[in-house]
């Protein structure tokens, strides 16, 4: 076990100890959960490869991750809470090649050694102001009980931007639903985190009714999808804006929420680099011109709708201003995606599920031209580029064994992998185990 993560860890224990000291009464809760997702990428077509391809051969990977949810109520209103996680496994291809990966657990992985570290430790403060109360039941991150239709909620701590912003019943978490990392969330959303996917800051959500709005801060890796976060959360920083409305359409439920996030940080531009290269001649590269700060835009729709009892849709449109390399996320400036999740009711297999989904990333003008230079991407950079769009369908059925386990079969069909319409196309399989108590 890491020393630092062990320090970590203990440090949050004490400061839950400290909090439960204090407080009477106090709710307890525990959760957790253990996945492992196992893949083999066929062999596919290659006229040439670079140094950040898809490798064209036939391979295998892995991804496991395990996690305890420990949260208690230290006074009314307020919620302490802290995962300690473990993960292992071995990415395709080095974790380059594509802009929508096959799996979107890999990223908290760092190699085929078990590694234990703290993944969230981060405090909520609920202000009720009324309107009626809705149930809240109990899981990972969240206690039982009950909330005000109007209310503010402060996070403030250690977590994942995404546990906060684009939720989609439909498509949001690879442990259970799509593991493709495009369909997950927004392709083009270049979220703060570290190279995990975690990140400290604070969000503020103001609760009325059917409308949600929230806004939050949150600090950005010092390098590009590094472990290490930068401090100075003033000067470099991810800002996001959300508005989110629930509705009923033919009397089914349905949600329609609009991101908008701004992100500030050394960032090197795409045209910076090949004005660069042309001025001294050689390869396009992002390292020789970062430097000053710079800043990224984009906006993201997100639509959710029961269907019926038993399926749901999903919608999701994002884009990014392009002009900045990739700085938390993946190489994606442009996504649609789409689809459908069905339960196994009509079937009597009624915790079973089946989804279908589909999307389509795109490229900006400058980053394709960067990458057909032969510049490196830090996912991408086959040495030159014949630019389509990268199309990826997925599917999957997850089989309920028992209340805590799952079992899902899943298959990725991708043309185009990482925009270059001479390499292609790619199927990938997969085996996902998910238990969780």
């Known amino acids: 076990m890491p020393a630092r993560a062990s320090r970590d860890i203990a440090a949050g224990l004490l400061l839950l100890a400290s909090f439960a000291a204090a407080a009477e009464p106090l709710d307890v809760d525990v959760h957790g959960q253990a996945t492992y997702v196992g893949q083999r990428k066929s062999a596919f077509d290659a006229p040439y490869s670079g140094e950040h391809s898809l490798r064209p ?8 991750t395990g996690t305890i949810a420990l949260g208690f109520r230290p006074w009314r209103d307020g919620e302490l809470y802290l995962d300690p996680e473990v993960a292992q496994g071995v990415p395709l291809s080095g974790l380059t090649g594509l802009g929508g990966f096959t799996n979107g657990e890999i990223a908290r992985t760092s190699g085929p050694s078990l590694k234990l570290y703290r993944a969230r430790l981060f405090l909520r403060q609920t202000w009720n102001g009324g309107g009626g109360s809705e149930r809240v039941d109990a899981e990972m991150n969240q206690l039982a009980g009950f909330a005000q239709k109007r209310r503010i909620v402060l996070t403030v701590g250690n977590l994942s931007v995404t546990d906060l912003f684009d939720d989609n019943a439909y498509s949001h978490d690879p442990r259970t639903q799509f593991l493709n990392w495009s369909l997950m969330t927004h392709g083009a959303f270049d979220f703060a985190a570290d190279a995990r996917g975690y990140t400290w800051g604070a969000a503020l959500e103001w609760y009325r009714d059917d409308w949600t709005l ?4 949150f600090a950005q890796p010092r390098q590009p999808n590094q472990m290490e976060l930068d401090p ?3 000067r470099h920083y991810g800002d996001q804006l959300e508005l989110e409305h629930h509705h009923r359409l033919a009397g089914r439920e349905g949600a329609v929420r609009l991101l908008a996030f701004r992100n500030r940080a050394r960032m090197a531009s795409y045209a910076d680099a090949l004005d660069a290269a042309a001025a001294a001649g050689g390869t396009p590269d992002l390292n020789a011109v970062r430097g000053g700060e710079k ?3 984009g906006y993201g729709v997100n639509l959710e709708q029961a269907l019926s009892s038993d399926v749901g849709a ?3 449109a994002s884009r990014a201003d392009g002009r900045t390399e990739t700085y938390a996320f993946t190489e994606i400036d442009r996504s649609l995606s789409g689809g459908v999740l069905v ?3 009509a079937w009597k297999r009624a915790e079973d599920a089946v989804g279908l989904g589909a999307v389509r990333n795109y490229l900006s003008a400058s980053h394709r031209d960067y990458l057909a230079a032969g510049g490196l991407g830090f996912f991408l950079g086959d040495g030159q580029l014949n630019y389509r769009p990268e199309q990826i369908v997925e599917a999957f059925y997850r089989i309920a064994v028992t209340k805590a386990l ?3 079969v899943d298959f990725q069909r991708i ?11 790619v199927r990938v399989a997969s085996l996902r185990a998910h238990a969780e108590f």
């Open 57 to 64: 051969e036939r391979e295998r990977s892995y991804s496991f």
């Open 214 to 217: 929230r806004a939050g801060r």
């Open 232 to 234: 100075k959360i003033f």
């Open 295 to 297: 800043t990224k835009t």
């Open 314 to 316: 999903f919608l999701r």
């Open 343 to 345: 339960k196994g009711a």
């Open 406 to 408: 799952a079992l899902s």
């Open 415 to 425: 043309e185009n992998p990482g925009y270059n319409a001479d390499r292609g196309p």
